[in-house]
């Protein structure tokens, strides 16, 4: 089945510092990917999503390309804040249309 | 605010008592879920439905009771539950099932702790 896999956390970094969060995916067909964040006392939210190979979603600075090739979808920060500090769920969404998600990374910005 | 608003927001129960979470949304959506957040796992889908009915029962134990009464709510009955459930307990909305379902909107969730 559908499986997706992350980089284990916590990721700690300081202020300005640039951050990469590896996420790969095993799936049939061709998903749609995207990542999700979730900030301390809340629930998700969708950061951005890839629908087809070699599109580059991107929010809030953040960006990740859909690489069909390594099957992944890293999501990338050239530039992070104490703000950005949260969990970070990758997804994929295949023939089910249901998502489904990673374990999540916790990133820790210090200033 | 997503618009998905789930109560209580924390949770203390016996293992041997009855609660229920509820879930309610004002997006107009039609599919809702139910996914169980703990430490270190992937995000585990628990139950779908759809237009009102269960579409998806992820091998859920039967201590766990999903109800969907109309498209805008959603709750979930636990009963006998051990302390391994303990966990963050998400709903999720999303306009449907089909293939523009692109995006799930989150409640802050519950945190259930079963002493």
């Known amino acids: 089945g559908d499986s997706v896999t992350q980089m284990e956390g916590p990721v700690t970094l300081s202020e300005e510092a640039f951050l990469t969060i590896n996420c790969t995916y095993t799936?049939?067909?061709?998903?749609?990917l995207f990542w999700y964040v979730q900030y301390p006392g809340e629930g998700l939210q969708l950061l951005l999503k890839?629908?087809?190979?070699?599109d580059k979603g991107s929010n809030k600075g953040f960006e990740a390309t859909y690489r069909k090739e390594t099957t992944s979808f890293h999501l990338e920060k050239g530039s992070v804040q104490v703000s950005d500090s949260a969990v970070y769920f990758c997804a994929l969404r295949g023939g089910s249309y249901i998502p489904t998600f990673g374990r999540g990374t916790s990133l820790i910005v210090h200033p | 605010e997503t618009g998905v608003t789930q109560t209580p927001r924390h949770l203390v129960m016996g293992m041997t008592n009855k609660k229920s979470l509820k879930c309610e949304q004002h997006l107009g959506h039609n599919a809702m879920y139910w996914y169980k957040q703990s430490a270190k796992k992937p995000l585990e889908l628990m139950f779908v439905y759809n237009f009102k009915e269960q579409t998806e029962n992820n091998s859920v134990p039967s201590r766990f009771s999903p109800e969907c009464p109309n498209s805008s709510h959603l709750f979930l009955h636990l009963h006998t539950l051990q302390p391994e459930d303990s966990a963050l307990y998400l709903c999720?909305?999303?306009?449907?099932?089909?293939?523009?379902?692109?995006?799930?909107?989150f409640g802050s969730g519950t945190q259930l702790s079963v002493l």
């Open positions: 799936a049939t067909g061709y998903p749609s």
């Open positions: 999720a909305s999303s306009q449907d099932l089909g293939p523009a379902n692109e995006k799930l909107f």
């Open positions: 890839a629908t087809k190979a070699d």
